[in-house]
């Protein structure tokens, strides 16, 4: 799995790179499976266990993130779903949107 890239010129301070950490956990869901456990995030995102224990957390809270039983298996969350209707809504009034 590709990890977005950052940019090595932009100094991340400490807040955006666990924004850029955050999001990047969300997208190795795209490309590494529907469910998967802290054992095998840490190393595709390589971070430690403890940071990635941390933003799990938090994305668990907010709903984006989503914990499958006992298996200790991680899924994306309700939230996302949520946000990609709002944006599918968008795109069905017409409303002009500039991708890139």
Known sequence: MKV??????????P????????LDL?????????????????????VDRETVQRL????EARAYIQRSGEARNY???VRLFELGSNFRNQLESGERLFLN
Do not use: N, Y
């Open 75 to 77: 899924s994306l969350g």
């Open 26 to 46: 969300l997208e190795v869901f795209l490309s590494h499976g529907s469910a998967l456990d802290l054992a095998e995030l840490a190393p595709i995102l390589k």
């Open 4 to 13: 977005a890239s950052r940019s090595k010129a932009t100094r991340e301070t």
């Open 56 to 59: 799990l957390a938090t994305l």
């Open 15 to 22: 807040a955006t790179e666990t924004v850029s950490q955050a």
